[in-house]
Nanobody, 123 residues
Framework: QVQLVESGGGLVQAGGSLRLSCAASGRTFTSYAMGWFRQAPGKEREFVACISRSGGLKQYADSVKGRFTISRDNAKNTVYLQMNRLKPEDTAVYYC????????????????WGQGTQVTVSS
């Protein structure tokens, strides 16, 4: 079992930046690859980025590639999502998730989820 708590969301103007954090507790953090997903009102939860256990492999959704960066600090049991050049269409609740898989983009393969943090980008 692992518990995930996101933080760092908020209101930002288009073109601005935010850094989301996800603190993990419970079982060994390095047992899990980690991912970020987001869900806008009336839409399905969608993949944003994922990172392998060591942090050496990363994958991004096309919509955020070049703007968002996922990273992890295994000493702090934390995964981050640095979001730059934000757009109004990035507005959503952002969730972090943990998987025993390798590097997966499908939400159905994630075993644990945080409660989410709201990101709102104004135009």
């Amino acid at each position: 079992q692992v518990q995930l708590v996101e933080s760092g969301g908020g209101l930002v103007q288009a073109g601005g930046s935010l850094r989301l954090s996800c603190a993990a507790s419970g079982r060994t953090f390095t047992s899990y690859a980690m991912g970020w997903f987001r869900q806008a009102p009336g839409k399905e939860r969608e993949f944003v980025a994922c990172i392998s256990r060591s942090g050496g492999l990363k994958q991004y959704a096309d919509s955020v590639k070049g703007r968002f960066t996922i990273s992890r600090d295994n000493a702090k049991n934390t995964v981050y999502l640095q979001m730059n050049r934000l757009k109004p269409e990035d507005t959503a609740v952002y969730y972090c998730a943990a998987t025993v898989g390798v590097l997966v983009t499908s939400k159905s393969e994630y075993n644990y989820w945080g409660q989410g943090t709201q990101v709102t980008v104004s135009s």
